[in-house]
């Protein structure tokens, strides 16, 4: 497929929450995008495996994807085991991405760290020729690493602020999980600490997005980081103003 951006994550919703706006931007510019979810998320208290398949359809529609897919992990069993690799190595062989957008590598859910482990050693793995799976050798150009829910300083922020509307709009496409369901209340929400309110996902959403926006001098903005360095060819036209 030879896709220019893929998105991994370890759930449904994961890569809508962390760099969807970015996903859009890059679709609007004529990029081919995708995203690849782990696992199905069935281990979520909430929303069947086939009601979060339909919901994770509804958003890539939102967000302009071409192309998105379950790579069948166990949810809450997230792990680089080799079984593992080799699936995502045949996949990222397949789809030819030349960026690939990873979870941070540091996280409260142990589903979203061993994410990132996962996709990097998947990646690196689909370039070797010896590999005993299909497709011919491949490996991305780029690794970036989604930081929007980590305490760590960004590389570089996305401005997002003509893409933030839609982005919220894929995000709650996932009712399911952000949704107040019959009867319940966000009390509910708050007591149990299991789901984010739709006042709070709100709040939240809002404030992670204005606050790295800011840093960047524009209203939205996603942050990502990468671990080598980064090449400035103009240093006369670089944005953001520093006075």
């Given at each position: ?222 942050p990502f980081l990468q671990k080598e360095l980064m ?13």
């Open positions: 497929m030879n896709l220019d951006l893929l998105a991994i994550a370890a759930h449904p919703d994961d890569v809508e929450l962390t760099c969807g706006g970015t996903l859009l931007k890059m679709a609007q510019r004529g990029y081919k995008t995708g995203i690849l979810d782990l696992t199905a998320g069935e281990m979520g208290t909430r929303g069947t495996p086939e009601t979060r398949a339909k919901e994770a359809e509804k958003s890539a529609k939102l967000l302009s994807v071409k192309w998105r897919g379950t790579l069948g992990v166990p949810d809450s069993d997230v792990q680089p085991s080799r079984q593992h690799k080799l699936r995502l190595a045949a996949v990222i062989r397949q789809l030819r991405p030349k960026t690939v957008i990873l979870p941070y590598w540091e996280a409260r859910h142990p589903d979203h760290y061993h994410a990132s482990t996962l996709g990097y050693e998947g990646c690196f793995l689909a370039g070797l020729k010896q590999l005993p799976i299909e497709g011919e050798a491949y490996r991305p150009f780029k690794i970036l690493y989604s930081i929007s829910y980590a305490d760590v300083r960004p590389t570089f922020v996305v401005d997002i602020t003509a893409q933030y509307e839609q982005r919220r709009k894929a995000i709650l496409a996932f009712a399911s999980q952000f949704g107040p369901h019959k009867g319940e209340s966000s009390k509910a929400y708050n007591k149990h600490q299991v789901f984010l309110a739709i006042d709070r996902l709100e709040d939240q959403m809002n404030l992670l997005a204005r606050h790295y926006g800011e840093k960047i001098g524009v209203k939205y903005g996603e090449k400035v060819d103009d240093v006369v036209k670089m944005d953001v103003r520093s006075i």
